[in-house]
């Protein structure tokens, strides 16, 4: 089956932004995530999207949804050490029920 | 504080020696859910309960057993491991199973067995 698609990794100098990206699989999801992992953590709810929407801005996080092409991305401003970490895209399909699924993770790595 | 709270955190046993992971919520949340998270596979569910005595099966589910007595704990139950379990283990709830609001995740289980 088709998979929630990101790409494994992306460095970053600190003060840069970020931009995380994310294909998922089924065009009527309703909700679409965004996690952070940090080493030895576990995953902490950054932000989720309502599929009625085509961006949300929460500080210095921005989420855009492109349902036509089913693209996800979080842009990170102003990228800080701290934001090292893991970032999983996840979407609960329809059709599959009530599980979350997610991406592989994109590894994201600051450098001051 | 909200949270999900698993135990224990780390877990070295043997092969075929049965073993409970706990996970406690005090979200009062509907729905739980197990998960275990593999290199270069991602997250993969387990199980899942929309509510107390209410469970089913997720993705990989071979191996593994889960009940929902009560509506706050899940536990997960490995009745004969193998090496093959060897994983990090993720409780997350969730007020539904629709996400709306989205999911709390636990802390997770390092296990190993050898």
């Known amino acids: 089956g088709e998979d929630v698609e990101q790409s494994l990794f992306l460095s970053v100098r600190e003060g840069d932004s970020s931009v995380i990206n994310c294909t998922y699989t089924?065009?009527?999801?309703?909700?679409l995530y965004w996690y952070k992992q940090e080493p030895g953590a576990g995953l902490q709810l950054l932000t989720y999207i309502f599929s009625n929407m085509d961006m949300k801005q929460d500080q210095r996080l921005t989420v855009l949804l492109n349902k036509k092409d089913k693209h996800l991305s979080l842009r990170i401003a102003d990228t800080q050490t701290g934001d090292s970490a893991i970032y999983f895209c996840a979407e609960i399909p329809n059709q599959a029920g009530t599980a979350l699924i997610f991406g592989k993770g994109t590894t994201l790595s600051v450098s001051s | 504080e909200a949270q999900v709270t698993q135990n224990p955190r780390y877990l070295i046993t043997v092969t075929g020696k049965k073993l409970t992971v706990t996970c406690s919520q005090n979200m009062n949340h509907e729905y739980m859910s197990w998960y275990r998270q593999d290199p270069g596979l991602g997250l993969r569910q387990i199980y899942y309960?929309?509510?107390?005595?209410?469970?089913d099966k997720g993705d990989v589910p071979e191996g593994y057993k889960v009940s929902r007595k009560e509506k706050r704990n899940f536990p997960l139950i490995l009745e004969s491991p193998s090496p093959n379990q060897t994983s990090l283990y993720f409780c997350a709830s969730s007020f539904t199973g629709t996400g709306d609001r989205g999911y709390t995740f636990g802390s997770g289980t390092r296990l190993t067995v050898v």
């Open positions: 309960s929309m509510n107390v005595e209410v469970t």
């Open positions: 089924d065009s009527s999801s309703t909700y």
